[in-house]
């Protein structure tokens, strides 16, 4: 079995971005996402057998050339998921509709159904163990990324955490 999710690969001006601030915070005590590492996850991971993987990129290849590119923004840099018990640091911004009519339209492609779990935008750039990080953290930030592709990704996991693999990129 294999883990794959759907994301938005981010593009190299953003990730310069995300990268700088990492540097200016490189005192934390967390485990900061690598560069290729960076993406913006649009639908949650699950499970797929082998033989499965070349009729989920024919599906999402459907897409190649049939979808608008839109702009997303980021605008805060905070402690996620639940500020009670936070493990990861992200740049979050309003979710924009275009976003959420992309994840849907996905979803429907794929027969996937992900429950209520509505989408929210963000982009880890780090993550820690709860009880190693004793600091709020809430800087306001003004990022943007034009989305003009989707990308497969398998998630990788080795004794440095986990690595998530572009297997197929769609651009719209």
Same mark, same amino acid.
């Given at each position: 079995?294999? *883990?794959?999710?759907?994301? $938005? ?19 934390? @005590? ?7 590492? =960076?993406? #913006? !996850?649009l639908?949650? @991971?699950?499970? #797929?057998?082998?033989?499965? =993987?070349?009729?989920? *990129?024919?599906? =999402? ?6 979808? *608008? ?13 639940n ?8 740049? !979050? ?6 976003? $959420?009519?992309? *994840?849907? !339209? ?23 163990? @709860? ?21 497969? &990704?398998? !998630? ?7 690595? &998530?693999?572009?297997?197929?990129? $769609? =651009?719209?």
């Amino acid at each position: 079995m294999r *883990k794959v999710f759907v994301g $938005i690969k981010i593009s190299e001006p953003l990730r310069n971005q995300v990268y700088d601030w990492q540097k200016a915070h490189w005192d934390l @005590p967390v485990r900061f996402l690598a560069r290729q590492n =960076l993406h #913006i !996850t649009l639908l949650p @991971p699950w499970q #797929i057998y082998e033989e499965d =993987l070349p009729i989920l *990129k024919t599906k =999402l290849s459907e897409f190649r050339g049939h979808l *608008k590119p839109f702009t997303i923004y980021f605008d805060h840099i905070s402690l996620g998921p639940n500020l009670l018990a936070p493990r990861l640091i992200w740049a !979050t911004g309003e979710t924009a509709p275009d976003l $959420i009519n992309l *994840k849907k !339209t996905v979803e429907n492609k794929l027969s996937l159904l992900n429950g209520d779990r509505p989408l929210k935008l963000h982009l880890t750039m780090a993550r820690f163990k @709860p009880d190693q990080f004793h600091f709020q953290l809430d800087e306001s930030i003004r990022w943007m990324e034009t989305v003009g592709a989707l990308a497969l &990704y398998e !998630t990788i996991w080795d004794m440095a955490g986990a690595e &998530y693999v572009e297997l197929e990129k $769609i =651009l719209f």
